[in-house]
């Protein structure tokens, strides 16, 4: 027995001694850095990158940490569903002690779930939205140079469950966060780091992480079923296609219109190709495939189409329909929606961050009682437009029984017509 204490001894001094080695070469002390612009512009650059914009108008996001805490937080409300084996706890996040407990589905009082989920919540959802959180009050921004590049030193002076906590975020060339290094009260060992590299585009135009690997011993913390999307905003769109009876657009087969008497247009929209023409001349354009296409001077066809007539042929389609049909588009690929308020209404600013000839545009929606478009506010960047109106006027019921504009007005007084609108199968 004294020979096993004796080994099992020997095997706890090997491993204390392993763990002061491993401590003495792996330590590492906190950066100092530069505080001041240098160092804010490089988090603001990488809040651009992660969208900051859209988590700040992302309604909800749920996700589960190691599929022991489980999560819903409808963040614009400040309330958080926390669950965990047979508890959940509606957490008030600015008034934690009027949230609600309950186990096994009953309501109860217990101040010690509230502060237990609250500690959750702190600790799991830094492991998801830790980025966006860079200029959080009690925040202090620093500027370090690692490995020859620029890297951002976040220290939190206040907030949250363990304040003074310390975080270097390395980045890429696009000023996406790839890990960060820590400095923590929880882990004893300095510049521990963990990747941030598994992003996941969510329906609310933000970037999550669903995993994360540490350097200590290749440890992983998976962020499972992670989602972020905007129910309201949602419910508002469906409103508009239902006024605009979409259903019936999503039927029609042929669409036919002018634009600003200036080009016409008969689109097969079930096949999707449109006949498109200006001047002499007219495109038989298929814009999915423009290698298809035809071109056509003066009503005789060219041996072997110009591509540069084609891409014109193109770029006019993708903007002479927007005019016509883009209240249609509310959910097409690459769209975020979200819901601001105009003159205390509701408003749909829709998001184009994919398609069409300038991804990245933005359109402000102004409805009328019945939820019809009446105009919108116009975000262009490679055009430097800002928040230009135009109004949405003139609705026709077509005889496919969907609805579409035949008028657009501008600030200047100036008036864009769709022409003699047609909409058939």
Do not use: C
């Not at 100092?32 to 992660?50: N, Q, S, Y």
């Not at 186990?103 to 830094?126: P, V």
């Not at 449109?274 to 041996?303: C, G, M």
């Amino acid at each position: 027995m004294k020979k096993f204490f004796k080994i099992l001894g020997f095997i706890f001094l090997i491993f204390i001694l392993f763990l002061g080695i491993y401590y003495f070469v792996n330590n590492e002390k906190l950066p100092k850095g530069e505080k001041g612009k240098k160092a804010d512009a490089l988090a603001t650059k990488m809040l651009t990158a992660l969208n900051k914009d859209a988590f700040d108008t992302t309604e909800i996001i749920e996700w589960n940490f190691r599929n022991e805490h489980f999560y819903v937080w409808h963040k614009q409300e400040n309330l958080v569903e926390v669950s965990w084996n047979e508890n959940k706890v509606l957490l008030k996040t600015k008034n934690p002690s009027d949230s609600e407990v309950y186990i096994n589905d009953k309501l109860t009082k217990n101040d010690d779930l509230i502060k237990q989920a609250e500690s959750y919540f702190n600790n799991d959802s830094f492991w998801l939205i830790a980025p966006y959180k860079v200029f959080d009050s009690g925040t202090e921004r620093r500027l370090v140079n690692y490995n020859d590049k620029d890297a951002l030193l976040i220290t939190y002076k206040t907030g949250g469950s363990t304040p003074g906590d310390s975080y270097l975020w390395i980045l890429d060339d696009n000023n996406m966060p790839i890990s960060y290094k820590m400095w923590t009260s929880i882990i004893p060992l300095g510049g521990v780091s963990a990747t941030w590299s598994d992003w996941k585009n969510t329906k609310s135009g933000i970037k999550l992480p669903t995993k994360h690997k540490l350097s200590i011993f290749g440890l992983e913390i998976p962020m499972n079923n992670v989602k972020a999307y905007n129910k309201k905003a949602n419910e508002l769109a469906h409103k508009i296609l239902k006024a605009i009876k979409h259903e019936n657009y999503k039927k029609t087969r042929f669409i036919e219109w002018s634009f600003g008497g200036r080009r016409h247009f008969k689109w097969d929209k079930e096949n999707h190709i449109a006949d498109v023409s200006w001047d002499t001349i007219r495109v038989n354009l298929h814009p999915q495939a423009k290698e298809k296409s035809t071109v056509f001077y003066n009503n005789v066809k060219q041996d072997i189409a110009d591509k540069k007539i084609v891409k014109r042929a193109w770029d006019i389609f993708n903007n002479d329909s927007f005019w016509l049909v883009a209240p249609h588009k509310l959910f097409d690929d690459g769209t975020i929606r979200t819901i601001k308020k105009v003159n205390d209404k509701d408003a749909l600013l829709v998001k184009y961050t994919s398609g069409g000839t300038t991804p990245g545009d933005s359109y402000l929606w102004i409805l009328d009682e019945n939820y019809v478009p009446i105009s919108y506010k116009m975000n262009v960047a490679s055009m430097k437009m800002v928040e230009v109106p135009a109004t949405w006027q003139d609705w026709i019921t077509t005889e496919s029984g969907t609805m579409l504009p035949t008028n657009h007005t501008f600030a200047n007084g100036n008036n864009l017509s769709m022409g003699t609108v047609k909409a058939y199968n």
